[in-house]
């Protein structure tokens, strides 16, 4: 069972890693398009909140694919998770034509914290940097 386990954990990182590193290796490429965005959410230092994004989607992502300070890097996710989601998927406040859209993405957002909860508490398994 303790393979099982392991191999699950594994799987499990490699679809939340996918998740955030080619969205963090597009937002590096597409800087002042995400600058762009941010500051249309009225979110200020624009530009370093798409820093602080790349960081963390690029950093934490990679840091999860690997299983290394995995921990860490599930409660750097929880929290950035939890900050933006209700400002970028305000989705009681959406436009009727995107409401569905941006609840569906904030649903979703809750699922992948939940899955970061879940390594935080549970850790990478065996077939990680961590070894946990």
Not at 102 to 131: H, M, W, Y
């Amino acid at each position: 069972m303790d393979k099982q386990n392991d191999v699950a954990a594994l799987i499990g990182r490699i679809l939340l890693a996918y998740v955030f590193i080619p969205s963090g290796f597009e937002t590096l490429t597409g800087f002042a398009g995400t600058v762009g965005y941010v500051k249309s959410a009225g979110v200020p230092l624009p530009e370093f909140a798409a820093a602080i994004k790349i960081a963390l989607e690029l950093g934490a992502g990679f840091l999860v694919l690997f299983g290394f300070k995995t921990r860490w890097a599930a409660l750097a996710m929880i929290v950035y998770l939890i900050v933006i989601t209700p400002i970028f998927h305000a989705y009681w406040s959406a436009p009727e034509a995107m409401r569905m859209a941006q609840e569906l993405s904030f649903t979703k957002n809750v699922g992948i914290i939940g899955g970061f909860f879940l390594l935080l508490a549970f850790g990478p398994g065996r077939l990680s940097a961590d070894r946990a």
